[in-house]
């Protein structure tokens, strides 16, 4: 009896050569006698569940190979050790506010955190490499004790789907910008001496001379502010000034001189490991490494892991699926209900891409109708005259001036018909993956019909505090208070004879 | 009570059934927003307007027959996936290989003989494939040799592997077929 859930891909292939399928041995024949003198191997064509034919090359990670690489990982004092600061930089902006109404009423806020920037770069010299990271995230404003990843995988931008990794350097950064610590975390990669044993070390510290920002470390820190009048204020749906004026107040600390006026050294700084780790890998685990499970693949999700599922997910932050709003509530918009709906689609087959700086994950959001395209406004309301569910809605129609809807190169489009009077929704969504061969990336395109369970409720207009009033019309949610609803798509497939040139998504 | 709002509206008209107490004139002035009272605030429970009842002709999206899921299960579970190594590493290994024709004119009643193993990357299967010496029902023609494979050691990931070899006596040359299956370990995949 096979267990719930419990599903099996079947493979086939065949012996792959050059002129078909049948391979020259290398025999060596007397008269009557043909024997294989060495093992031989025979590289095989994938038939099913995909045409494939396997080019991966993995490589090994960076500075595996450097001379002395294992006998200088494991130095741990400040003066020898392996892992040094060479760059650093760190300033944070506040601003306070000033809003002016004419020329008597003003309002003063503030201060608040206008920006950021935590800029590092971490050389090993027992393997020759350096990782160099630069973050500006509101996590940094307070103290934290998050680990900042500081390294790129193969997914971390357009340029990086090359190159196939299943171990990489690793470098992760914990910095409080209060008590002045910077704590690094590297995970790097040795040969033994005779380069057939590979070890991988793992070694933290932190930064001896950060804490209290000591000027004596190479460290230089300073603050400095500047101001600005009569600038227009930011909209807000509450009150808006006339114009505004801003102080800003800038704090940073730098390895050596930040502006290079004083021509001061910076660095590098060396950092005492107080915990180091290291451990032997199997022989061949760079040259033929088993695959990892938690290496994410895109072949494999795609074809290898049964039928492949999309879940269509109310969007972060939304509480409907489809909205319609009264008639003529934006003055900019002619009187018709105008219905738009948005909603994310999460491909289980894109679903485990790695968290990246360009993207969170591998989810497609902002899949719909937007409301304030003037081409579309009625078109997916029944009972207008611009009601048109066989318009096709298409990707390409809305990326432009608003976000892509993804920031990975795997996916790449999404069009759709909907039909709210019912729920009929048809939907078409293509993406490619060339993680197994990168000169032939498989290109699967997905289909899907079928009738979402949405509730639709009428809600009336009403005045809502600051004299607006309530815009929904009909709001239309997943049934039973469910937020997302999972469909099996129809996947088909086929090989791409060329490598697929990047898109720019990343707008 | 059951109001009915009509909208005199020369580009459009929408209809709702809804169970308020609304007081709305029963005109508006084109071009302006008709003013209602509501004596409290509800959501209802809407239906759409079925397409086509308000504008014959209107346009509307005639479903399309869903196809049913196909999914495929089999057990016990593998203690490894083999998944993954399958897109990865397809190649065989032939590690022993011996063929023999003691045909000659002088001894035309002699047969030849066939000894392949190879072991798969992906599956870790090793088998032994054998023709002639009197070895099950093997096959030849258009002087291709196809050789009966039986597994040296037991299938350790359970892959239900099976082989299909053929060797041509005349180039030499030999080809490979593998079917397999490979699943996860904790049977969770959906």
């Not at chain 1, 938690?294 to 892991?305: D, H, I, M, N, Q």
Request: net charge negative; aromatic share 10%.
């Amino acid at each position: 009896m096979t267990p719930a859930g419990l599903i099996r891909t079947n493979f086939s292939a065949q012996s792959a050569a050059s002129n078909g399928h049948q391979v020259a041995l290398p025999l060596h024949c007397s008269s009557r006698l043909c024997i294989l003198d060495t093992p031989f191997r025979i590289d095989g064509w994938l038939t099913s569940p995909g045409s494939l034919s396997p080019s991966t090359k993995f490589q090994a990670p960076e500075g595996i190979s450097t001379p002395n690489c294992l006998a200088n990982s494991q130095l741990t004092t400040e003066y020898n050790s392996p892992l040094a600061i060479t760059r650093f930089m760190w300033q944070a902006t506040t601003a306070m506010e000033t809003m002016h109404f004419g020329n008597v009423t003003k309002i003063e806020s503030g201060p608040y955190t206008y920006n950021r920037t935590l800029v590092v770069q971490v050389l090993n010299r027992a393997a020759n490499s350096v990782a160099s990271c630069a973050f500006n995230d509101r996590e940094l404003d307070g103290q934290t004790a998050k680990w900042w990843p500081c390294f790129r995988d193969r997914a971390s931008s357009q340029e990086d789907h090359g190159s196939l990794l299943q171990r990489n350097i690793e470098t992760w950064i914990q910095f409080g910008a209060q008590a002045g610590q910077l704590r690094i975390n590297q995970t790097w990669y040795c040969n033994s001496d005779d380069g057939l044993t590979p070890y991988q070390i793992t070694a933290s510290g932190v930064a001896p001379h950060l804490a209290g920002w000591n000027p004596y470390s190479g460290i230089f820190c300073g603050n400095g502010s500047n101001s600005v009048s009569g600038m227009p204020c930011p909209r807000n749906p509450v009150i808006t000034g006339d114009s505004c004026d801003y102080v800003f107040s800038t704090q940073w600390c730098t390895l050596g001189d930040r502006d290079g006026y004083d021509n001061r050294p910076g660095g590098p700084l060396k950092i005492p490991l107080d915990d180091i780790d290291v451990v032997r890998l199997p022989t061949g685990e760079f040259t033929e490494p088993e695959p990892r499970p938690e290496v994410w693949s895109c072949t494999v999700a795609s074809l290898g892991r049964g039928p492949v599922k999309w879940t269509l997910q109310m969007s972060e932050g939304m509480d409907f699926f489809a909205q319609t709003d009264w008639f003529g509530l934006f003055s900019d918009m002619p009187e018709v209900m105008s219905t738009w709906f948005t909603f994310e689609l999460n491909n289980s087959a894109l679903a485990g891409f790695p968290p990246t700086m360009a993207s969170k994950d591998g989810i497609i959001r902002h899949v719909g109708v937007r409301e304030d395209i003037f081409d579309w406004i009625g078109v997916m309301t029944p009972g207008m005259r611009t009601f048109d569910p066989l318009r096709l809605v298409r990707h390409s129609d809305f990326g432009k001036g608003w976000a892509a809807g993804w920031k990975f190169y795997n996916a790449l489009d999404w069009n759709l018909r909907f039909d709210i009077s019912t729920g009929y929704m048809e939907l078409n969504h293509s993406w490619y993956c060339d993680d197994k061969n990168l000169d032939k990336p498989l290109v699967f395109n997905g289909t899907w019909n079928g009738y979402l369970p949405l509730d639709c409720m009428w809600e009336l207009p009403g005045p809502v505090t600051g004299g607006g009033v309530t815009r929904h019309g009909v709001k239309c949610q997943f049934s039973d208070g469910k937020r997302d609803f999972v469909v099996t798509p129809t996947v088909v497939h086929r090989v791409s004879e060329t490598k697929i040139p990047d898109r720019n998504v990343w707008a | 009570m059951a109001l009915e709002l009509t909208f005199p509206r020369e580009s459009y008209q929408a209809r709702a059934a809804v169970f308020l107490d609304i007081k709305c004139p029963e005109t508006g002035k084109r071009g302006s927003t008709v003013p209602c009272s509501v004596t409290q605030p509800a959501m209802v429970k809407a239906q759409w307007i079925p397409r086509g009842a308000l504008f014959p002709g209107t346009h509307h999206l005639e479903p399309r027959p869903t196809l049913p899921p196909v999914t495929v299960g089999i057990s016990p579970p593998p203690s490894r996936d083999c998944s993954d190594v399958s897109f990865t590493y397809l190649y065989w290994t032939i590690h022993d290989f011996t063929y023999q024709d003691p045909r000659s004119w002088d001894n035309p009643a002699a047969t030849a003989s066939l000894n392949i193993s190879l072991t798969s990357r992906v599956t870790g299967v090793c088998v032994r494939c054998q023709w002639g010496q009197g070895v099950g029902v093997a096959e030849y023609s258009n002087n291709t040799m196809i050789p009966v494979c039986a597994p040296e050691v037991p299938d350790p990931l359970h892959s239900d592997s099976t082989f299909l070899l053929r060797f041509n006596t005349v180039a030499k040359t030999v080809s490979i077929e593998q079917r397999w299956v490979c699943g996860d370990t904790a049977g969770t995949y959906s």
